[in-house]
């Protein structure tokens, strides 16, 4: 038996021989860290692009979107990446406009804005930008959005973004289609909204959207949003509101424990269905935001061990990577596979990996069990592609990680590391 940990298929990383370290593709982990320092991202661009190709082929017989949904992982270098694939892309900010057009202008087009709290500048950079549709999320900010376009002489596509009071099974921070939460709008209200903004010369009614949260593991609750969707765009189209584009937002989760079974192509067939079913006999454009099943398992942070050390009965792990870097696990209590670059033999472990920070809540795993591991050695803790990057802060004065891109035979620094001069620049004393 191999003394190799196993690592689901559905992962761009493995140990190409019994005594080689993990890699990504051509790429030993060992040599990448060594040339990178830790903690590093590194990413697999070419599983990015294979996930992209299994949604665009899933819908290729309907008129379609892909809207990368940034904030999972907004680095310039992967959204050229995804662009360069006809990928569009769903922002929630300003800034989020910015990256886009600093990667990707020509992109500009297929850019659709969702967040509840836009701002009047945020509004006016994406019209002159002449970004596909505006997600709206109120009637004040269609309200607003009138006002803008009317005095910049920009017409403003937009979808309202429906709540459809639909319950989807994940974590409660990530789940946004029940009437109680913040996001969207009534559904029952929606139509009255289309009529009042049918008379504005500003306002054109692009699309009915929907986002109905993350890390949603089954097929169903999107195929229930959507046939509530389905039947709003009919009742529009007997108003005389000629709907175009459906979105059908993100939100298709992964398996972080990787059992064997998952198959990625089947899970985006049997999504596809589920909205397909719903939207039968429709003839719309189908928008598509994913995010997470796209960049979530192409990625792995990469960590030094730092300390061993043994309180008690507990034995803790010690990382130079920690909850700034990757927050999820404090966050939302997320599980991530943790294995190490070199195995090592011996018999499993039970420890807490966990980083420097001063708090309790910075932990990557709790009583894991893990190949014995000991300081200097070097870690992969999996799935890290979305939400980690993106989700990183400065907590402790911590410079950020640096990102490397595997594309092919190549592995490109991405995003170099952060210095202490970068951390302390915007401030004066
Ligand atoms: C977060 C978000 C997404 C992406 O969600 P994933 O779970 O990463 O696929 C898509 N659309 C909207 C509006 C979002 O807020």
Redesign the pocket.
């Known amino acids: 038996m191999s003394r190799l940990p196993q690592i689901s298929s559905s992962r761009p990383f493995g140990y190409p021989a019994d005594d080689a370290p993990l890699s990504c593709g051509a790429h030993s982990l060992t040599k990448l860290a060594k040339r990178f320092g830790t903690p590093l991202y590194v990413y697999s661009g070419d599983q990015m692009l294979e996930r992209l190709g299994l949604f665009q082929a899933a819908l290729a017989h309907r008129e379609h979107l892909v809207c990368y949904?940034v904030?999972?992982n907004s680095t310039l270098a992967i959204l050229k990446l995804f662009a360069e694939r006809g990928a569009g892309f769903?922002i929630?900010s300003g800034g989020e406009l910015e990256r886009v057009l600093a990667a990707a202008p020509e992109a500009a087009g297929r850019v659709v804005f969702?967040g509840v709290g836009k701002t009047a500048e945020e509004i006016d950079r994406a019209l002159d930008a002449e970004i596909l549709a505006f997600?709206v999320e109120s009637e004040a900010e269609l309200a607003l959005l009138a006002q803008r376009a009317a005095k910049r002489k920009r017409k403003a596509r937009f979808a309202l973004?429906v709540n459809p009071d639909v319950f989807a099974e994940t974590h409660p921070y990530?789940s946004?289609g029940l009437r109680e939460h913040k996001f969207g709008i009534d559904i029952r209200e929606a139509r009255r909204i289309y009529a009042g903004a049918k008379g504005n010369r500003w306002l054109t009614p692009h699309g009915v959207s929907v986002?109905i949260g993350?890390?949603i593991r089954s097929a169903e609750p999107f195929g229930a949003a959507m046939m509530r969707v389905a039947k709003l765009v009919k009742q529009l189209s007997q108003d005389g509101i000629a709907i175009k584009t459906v979105d059908a937002?993100?939100?298709?989760?992964i398996d972080y424990h990787a059992a064997p079974g998952f198959d990625p192509k089947a899970k985006v067939a049997e999504y596809a269905a589920a909205l397909e079913g719903a939207l039968k006999g429709l003839d719309v454009q189908l928008l598509l935001?994913?995010?997470?099943?796209l960049v979530a398992q192409a990625g792995a942070l990469v960590a030094r061990v730092l300390y061993v050390k043994r309180n008690g009965k507990k034995t803790f792990v010690v990382l130079d990577a920690a909850m700034n870097d990757l927050i999820r696990p404090a966050l939302y209590q997320a599980y991530h596979e943790i294995v190490p670059v070199a195995p090592r033999a011996g018999r499993a472990v039970t420890v807490d990996v966990v980083g420097p920070v001063c708090e309790t809540g910075d932990f990557f795993a709790r009583d894991r069990k893990i190949k014995p591991i000991e300081p200097g050695d070097l870690v992969a803790v999996l799935d890290a592609g979305?939400?980690g990057m993106a989700q990183s802060s400065n907590y402790n004065s911590r410079p950020r990680p640096a990102e490397v891109l595997v594309v092919g035979r190549e592995a490109k620094l991405i995003r170099r590391r952060e210095t202490l001069a970068d951390l302390l620049g915007p401030e004066m004393v």
């Open positions: 949904a904030k999972a769903d929630v969702s997600n973004r990530i946004t986002h993350s890390q937002g993100g939100g298709l989760g935001e994913p995010g997470r099943f979305a939400y």
